[in-house]
Structures are given as C-alpha cells and as structure tokens.
C-alpha cells in the first residue's frame, strides 16, 4: 500500500480507503463488515470513512467495533455532520449547536478520544461559514477533532470557506470529499485547481460509479443480487446504466484485460493519477473485494494508456 500526504497537512492516507455508505449497518451484516474492516486493515488501508447519518450512526458503531482491536494511532478515522439525525428543527445543518451535539455523539459511539477528520457533509445555506469553522475550530483546539474538511461543496464556497479562515485565524480545511470517477468529472474544471493552489487534498467517493466500472453491468442486464436492483439504492446508480455508458464501460474492461488488469483496478489508477487526489473512498460488502480494490495502489498508467481512456470518454 502507499500513502500520500493529506493536502498541506502531515497526515499521510492509504492510496486506498474504506468507506461505509449504504453498506455497514445497512446491506451488509455486521460480522462480515467486521471481516471486511480488519481486511482492508491488514492489507494497509489506514483511513476508514463513516458519518453520523449512515443508518443513524450505526455505520460508525460498526466501524468502531472492527478497528478496536488496533492501535488508535494506526488508523485515521473520519465521520460528518449536516444531514438530519432528528426531527427537530436543530436537527441538522451546520449551527453550532448541531456540529458541537453530532461530534460529541459521534465519539460516543465510536467510542473514541478525538475524530481525525470532522467534515461538513453538505454546504449549509442556513447557517454563516464563519459559525460552522469557528466551532469546527473550537473543537479542534479541545483536540475533538485534528482536521476539517469539506464534501460536496463548490469551488465558490471552498473558497468562501477559505477566505473566512483566514480573516478570523481559523484552522483551514485541508481536505473535500466530492464524488469523482471516469464518467462523473466535474471536479476537474475548477475544483481541483483550487485545491491544488490552496493546500486541499481530495478523498474521493464512488471512485467506481456504485460499481458500474467493475464491469459487471452489461447492457440490458442487471443481476439480481446488485446494489442497482435494490429500490432504496438504484437512485444513485441509474445516471450510469444508460446504453451510451455502459458501451463505454465495455470498451474500458477490453483496454484493462488488455493490460493485464481489471477494470476496477484501471478504474481507481486512473482516478490516483491525479496528484491532488489523497485517496480513493471504496465501499465494500466482503473481504475479497477489498482485496481487489487495494491492487490499485502504486500502479502508474502511462501517457498512451490515459490517451485511450480519454479518446473512449469523449467518444
């Protein structure tokens, strides 16, 4: 496994992390979450991903319980706040009462001193920038939390978020989490520059498209036991099992074979080929699929090979 330094911090990740959306406490039962945890651990996957609203905290429950048995200094652990966990109307968004609440019970069922990464799940609309990064810093000088980041926020509110911290010396965030594979590129354009300019790193989520690009969607066909078959799930998949996609995704499985790969492991190369990108979030249902994912780690693709791609993409 390599590791790459988290933006302009010190804090190094796993080219490779493991992520619990729509999986742990949810899909996938708890002693083969377990195995897949501890897996991803022995094959040097240092950084797990939860938030407070994956299955109402039961993802960071079930994380918590797989990575006791390590060392807390040997893993990297992040959670989130901003969607609601209640019914109340302080029951989410970015106030301080809601972050200052959801961080502290978010070490309560993870069972933990401190939080390495806290993100703001979503941009609040609601709440001013300064009053979520002020509390956000409160916490991190009470050593709740060590680094701040972002998910899904544009370029034009990073950069508010950077402009606030910087006027009232807050603890910059180091890090966003936007969703980013090879047919959902939109962070190219100006979030990355941004980053790059300014110390952020990228932790990247959906890295295979909710598993289109592991190839095993063919047109027409949608196996039954998939995440894409499920009612409650397939809303986030359907944007990439248009026929034009999948073709595309076809033509990509034959470039991997040709190299001697899969097309999860091109997929995540390809994605890792971006400097900016710290790590590529995975997801998990069972061991050997972290197995797989983590070959990704340390393969180079050469210029001609990112020229193909390119020219399938486009096409």
């Known amino acids: 496994m390599n590791y790459r330094r988290l933006g302009r911090s010190g804090l190094k990740v796993s080219e490779i992390s493991l992520g619990s959306w729509l999986t742990f406490g949810k899909s996938v039962d708890k002693e083969t979450a377990v195995k897949t945890i501890q897996k991803a651990y022995e094959l040097g996957v240092n950084f797990f991903d939860s938030a407070n609203v994956y299955e109402r905290g039961e993802g960071e429950r079930v994380m918590a319980v797989a990575l006791k048995p390590f060392p807390r200094e040997s893993y990297v652990i992040t959670t989130k706040a901003f969607w609601p966990m209640g019914d109340g109307p302080n029951d989410r968004g970015l106030s301080r009462k809601h972050v200052f609440e959801q961080v502290h019970a978010s070490l309560k069922r993870m069972k ?12 609040d609309p609601e709440t001013p920038v300064d009053e979520t990064l002020r509390t956000i810093d409160d916490l991190i000088r009470q050593g709740k939390i060590l680094y701040a980041g972002v998910s899904e926020w544009t370029a034009a509110q990073i950069r508010e978020a950077l402009h606030v911290a910087d006027k009232y010396l807050l603890d910059r965030i180091v890090v966003n989490q936007p969703q ?25 989520f959906s890295p295979l498209a909710q598993g289109v690009l592991t190839g095993k969607y063919k047109r027409g066909q949608i196996p039954q036991d998939s995440r894409a078959a499920k009612d409650d799930i397939n809303m986030f998949i359907g944007k990439f099992l248009e026929e034009q996609v ?24 390809w ?27 340390g393969v180079h693709l050469s210029q001609e090979v990112i020229e193909k791609i390119e020219e399938i993409l486009a096409s």
């Open 112 to 123: 933990l001193d401190y939080i390495d990464i806290f993100y703001c799940h979503r941009y």
């Open 246 to 269: 999948l073709e595309k995704v076809e033509r990509l499985e034959r470039v991997a074979k040709e190299l001697n790969m899969s097309l999860s492991t091109l997929a995540l190369a």
């Open 180 to 204: 980013y594979n090879m047919l959902y590129r939109y962070i190219e354009e100006e979030i990355i520059p941004l980053c790059e300019e300014n110390g952020i790193a990228q932790v990247v």
């Open 271 to 297: 994605v890792l080929r971006q400097d900016n990108v710290a790590s590529a979030l995975v997801g998990a249902s069972r061991p050997e699929q972290i197995e797989e994912n983590v070959k990704a780690s």
